[in-house]
């Protein structure tokens, strides 16, 4: 099972973010299931959602509560909510930010934690110029496929066309392969390294 | 075809095999997915003969599905929490009249406070309102329930709720296998009524009954539900035949036949109890599950069969009675009645609050070794408790206790 928590705020597409990649990891034959945490929905507002993927049937319906990757959308939330809470020092982190983790705080983190698995990505700017709004989530699942490998990127490109009008969907499938393409080649040079 | 869907879709889906001609329903969260999507699909003509009226309440909803399905349609809405209770006297007019109305229950706490997320006081608050009550563990259950319970109520001609838990399943993204249009026509055909309104041949719905025989009529709807009792199953074993699935029934169980102790509970949470149960066994220890699928007409019979050889009972609860406790375990008791056993009433996931498996751990080695208490709130904040009762000690003006809790608790900040 692998489990993961994405993080961010109303009106980033945070719910649509799990929903996307429980599509991709059906359509590359796996079991998933996502789900929403709603608090009151208003913009702004903190978002939490789940998403599992198995090789089974998924039965369990509490929340992820020991994510092996968390997806960060919102990077001011770092100071707002607990974004840790039971990650484990092996997990996959993507953050939504333009600054370095040590600009954002989070070099202990990073010190105590298996290399390579903690990235930033400046998913907000990619889907600026691709979709022309601050919606970076097609952009992190591109950033989440290149970095645990857990769904292929054509299954999450299939994901947002099934989801949005096809416009939109290439827009949104341009800033996911652009952050895919930068994180894969990123884990190649320190794998090179 | 398995698809990957929203559990309202999906349930959306499920409702248009079933070819309803009038759906009448009103939004409220966490249902208003399911009549959002019929309501496209109606729109896009994708559910042809169907007639989707948008009313202006959940009274109106209810009342709306009354007259339709008094006409000889086949009728459906849905509702949740407050809207649930809006509609209530229209409710119990469905069932009193004998309408085979289909209505999802999006599971939702009853306010105040005011609470959007999950729990099952809605449509407990029903369950003497003479509809049949069907409770889904997942959004394949959900699917199958809604096609099985038209056929029953129609069948019977008395209404049917199909509950399940909101956001936890109806805005859960899984895979659901949806059957054929064909396997549908074949399992349910055109609706029938027992009784309709039609100008060639008037006649009256709704008679005033008085002393002399209102208790008969009463009595004849009691009857009604004890049919159900054989018709459910019955109904279970046509659908598996028709769609090749098991779904339905009165009960299930999971790892009972040499149980020593078993929790009970209906909805979702049968399935995070499942995978507890499958860690527990790995640690040698006999516990298993059951799932009461229809809980209006109660299953009592079914029950006793299938757990009254084990020692330890816990009943598990999304909802409770103020005043006295739990409301499923007092009926479980009496399915059990005479037999030697301990019983354990936990009340659980109130207003969304996530049940844990850890929690369930920790709720089932108490049950094993005795030292659950008879009655308990799984994961309560005592000291938050403890803290606001002595605020009320101290002071006779100590204000609303809800937003006092929510001050203590900080809320808004930090939790997840």
Same mark, same amino acid.
């Given at each position: 099972?692998?489990?993961?928590?994405?993080?961010?705020?109303?009106?980033?597409?945070?719910?649509?973010?799990?929903?996307?990649?429980?599509?991709?990891?059906?359509?590359?034959?796996?079991?998933?299931?996502?789900?929403?945490?709603?608090?009151?929905? *208003?913009?702004?507002?903190?978002?939490?959602?789940?998403?599992?993927?198995?090789?089974?049937?998924?039965?369990?319906?509490?929340?992820?509560?020991?994510?092996?990757?968390?997806?960060?959308?919102?990077?001011?939330?770092? *100071?707002?909510?607990?974004?840790?809470?039971?990650?484990?020092?092996?997990?996959?982190?993507?953050?939504?930010?333009?600054?370095?983790?040590?600009?954002?705080?989070?070099?202990?983190?990073?010190?105590?934690?298996?290399?390579?698995?903690?990235?930033?990505?400046?998913?907000?700017?990619?889907?600026?110029?691709?979709?022309?709004?601050?919606?970076?989530?097609?952009?992190?699942?591109?950033?989440?496929?290149?970095?645990?490998?857990?769904?292929?990127?054509?299954?999450?490109?299939?994901?947002?066309?099934?989801?949005?009008?096809?416009?939109?969907?290439?827009?949104?499938?341009?800033?996911?392969?652009?952050?895919?393409?930068?994180?894969?080649?990123?884990?190649?040079?320190?794998?090179?390294? | 075809?398995?698809?990957?869907?929203?559990?309202?879709?999906?349930?959306?889906?499920?409702?248009?095999?079933?070819?309803?001609?009038?759906?009448?329903?009103?939004?409220?969260?966490?249902?208003?997915?399911?009549?959002?999507?019929?309501?496209?699909?109606?729109?896009?003509?994708?559910?042809?003969?169907?007639?989707?009226?948008?009313?202006?309440?959940?009274?109106?909803?209810?009342?709306?599905?009354?007259?339709?399905?008094?006409?000889?349609?086949?009728?459906?809405?849905?509702?949740?929490?407050?809207?649930?209770?809006?509609?209530?006297?229209?409710?119990?007019?469905?069932?009193?009249?004998?309408?085979?109305?289909?209505?999802?229950?999006?599971?939702?706490?009853?306010?105040?406070?005011?609470?959007?997320?999950?729990?099952?006081?809605?449509?407990?608050?029903?369950?003497?309102?003479?509809?049949?009550?069907?409770?889904?563990?997942?959004?394949?259950?959900?699917?199958?329930?809604?096609?099985?319970?038209?056929?029953?109520?129609?069948?019977?001609?008395?209404?049917?709720?199909?509950?399940?838990?909101?956001?936890?399943?109806?805005?859960?993204?899984?895979?659901?296998?949806?059957?054929?249009?064909?396997?549908?026509?074949?399992?349910?055909?055109?609706?029938?009524?027992?009784?309709?309104?039609?100008?060639?041949?008037?006649?009256?719905?709704?008679?005033?009954?008085?002393?002399?025989?209102?208790?008969?009529?009463?009595?004849?709807?009691?009857?009604?539900?004890?049919?159900?009792?054989?018709?459910?199953?019955?109904?279970?074993?046509?659908?598996?035949?028709?769609?090749?699935?098991?779904?339905?029934?009165?009960?299930?169980?999971?790892?009972?036949?040499?149980?020593?102790?078993?929790?009970?509970?209906?909805?979702?949470?049968?399935?995070?109890?499942?995978?507890?149960?499958?860690?527990?066994?790995?640690?040698?220890?006999?516990?298993?599950?059951?799932?009461?699928?229809?809980?209006?007409?109660?299953?009592?019979?079914?029950?006793?069969?299938?757990?009254?050889?084990?020692?330890?009972?816990?009943?598990?609860?999304?909802?409770?009675?103020?005043?006295?406790?739990?409301?499923?375990?007092?009926?479980?008791?009496?399915?059990?009645?005479?037999?030697?056993?301990?019983?354990?009433?936990?009340?659980?996931?109130?207003?969304?609050?996530?049940?844990?498996?850890?929690?369930?751990?920790?709720?089932?080695?108490?049950?094993?070794?005795?030292?659950?208490?008879?009655?308990?709130?799984?994961?309560?904040?005592?000291?938050?408790?403890?803290?606001?009762?002595?605020?009320?000690?101290?002071?006779?003006?100590?204000?609303?206790?809800?937003?006092?809790?929510?001050?203590?608790?900080?809320?808004?900040?930090?939790?997840?």
């Amino acid at each position: 099972m692998f489990q993961v928590r994405f993080h961010g705020r109303g009106g980033q597409g945070v719910v649509t973010a799990a929903d996307l990649l429980a599509f991709a990891a059906f359509d590359n034959g796996r079991f998933a299931q996502a789900f929403p945490n709603f608090g009151s929905e *208003r913009m702004g507002a903190p978002v939490v959602s789940y998403c599992r993927i198995d090789d089974r049937p998924i039965r369990n319906r509490e929340p992820v509560i020991e994510p092996d990757a968390l997806v960060i959308q919102d990077s001011t939330l770092l *100071r707002q909510v607990d974004l840790f809470s039971g990650f484990k020092s092996d997990g996959f982190v993507v953050v939504n930010t333009t600054r370095s983790l040590e600009e954002l705080g989070l070099s202990d983190l990073v010190a105590g934690h298996t290399p390579g698995r903690i990235v930033t990505v400046p998913a907000t700017e990619v889907a600026m110029r691709h979709v022309g709004k601050p919606m970076p989530n097609a952009a992190l699942l591109g950033a989440l496929a290149a970095l645990t490998g857990i769904v292929e990127p054509g299954a999450i490109e299939k994901a947002i066309h099934q989801r949005f009008p096809s416009a939109v969907a290439e827009a949104n499938v341009a800033a996911a392969i652009e952050v895919f393409d930068i994180v894969s080649g990123s884990r190649e040079e320190s794998v090179n390294a | 075809m398995l698809r990957q869907i929203e559990g309202s879709k999906a349930v959306g889906e499920a409702v248009r095999l079933a070819r309803p001609q009038v759906i009448c329903a009103y939004p409220i969260s966490p249902q208003t997915h399911i009549v959002e999507y019929l309501s496209r699909l109606v729109k896009a003509g994708s559910l042809v003969g169907c007639e989707y009226l948008n009313v202006d309440s959940e009274f109106s909803a209810m009342s709306g599905a009354i007259g339709a399905s008094a006409t000889g349609a086949r009728t459906y809405t849905a509702t949740a929490s407050q809207g649930l209770l809006y509609m209530v006297e229209a409710v119990y007019n469905a069932s009193g009249l004998g309408l085979p109305i289909v209505m999802t229950v999006a599971n939702r706490a009853l306010g105040a406070p005011i609470n959007i997320w999950n729990d099952q006081s809605d449509s407990m608050s029903q369950r003497d309102s003479g509809w049949l009550q069907l409770y889904a563990e997942d959004n394949q259950d959900a699917v199958d329930l809604h096609i099985q319970a038209f056929r029953i109520a129609e069948e019977l001609s008395l209404p049917v709720m199909v509950c399940m838990d909101g956001f936890i399943l109806t805005h859960a993204v899984e895979a659901v296998d949806l059957p054929t249009q064909e396997q549908i026509d074949a399992f349910l055909p055109a609706y029938e009524p027992r009784q309709v309104l039609d100008p060639a041949e008037p006649v009256s719905i709704g008679a005033m009954v008085g002393p002399e025989a209102f208790t008969e009529v009463r009595y004849l709807a009691h009857q009604q539900q004890m049919h159900a009792l054989d018709l459910i199953p019955q109904v279970a074993a046509e659908y598996e035949a028709a769609t090749g699935r098991a779904a339905g029934g009165l009960v299930s169980t999971y790892r009972t036949d040499d149980a020593d102790t078993v929790v009970v509970a209906l909805g979702s949470v049968v399935g995070t109890l499942k995978d507890t149960v499958d860690e527990l066994r790995d640690e040698g220890r006999k516990v298993g599950v059951l799932a009461i699928k229809s809980y209006r007409p109660f299953p009592l019979q079914a029950i006793r069969e299938a757990i009254g050889h084990i020692p330890t009972v816990v009943v598990l609860e999304r909802a409770f009675a103020v005043g006295i406790g739990g409301i499923v375990a007092p009926e479980v008791r009496t399915a059990l009645r005479g037999l030697d056993y301990r019983n354990y009433c936990v009340i659980a996931g109130l207003g969304g609050r996530p049940v844990l498996k850890t929690s369930l751990r920790d709720m089932i080695g108490k049950a094993e070794s005795g030292t659950l208490a008879k009655l308990t709130f799984l994961d309560l904040n005592q000291e938050l408790i403890d803290h606001e009762l002595a605020r009320m000690e101290a002071k006779r003006r100590s204000g609303p206790a809800a937003a006092n809790i929510r001050r203590e608790l900080g809320a808004g900040r930090g939790h997840l």
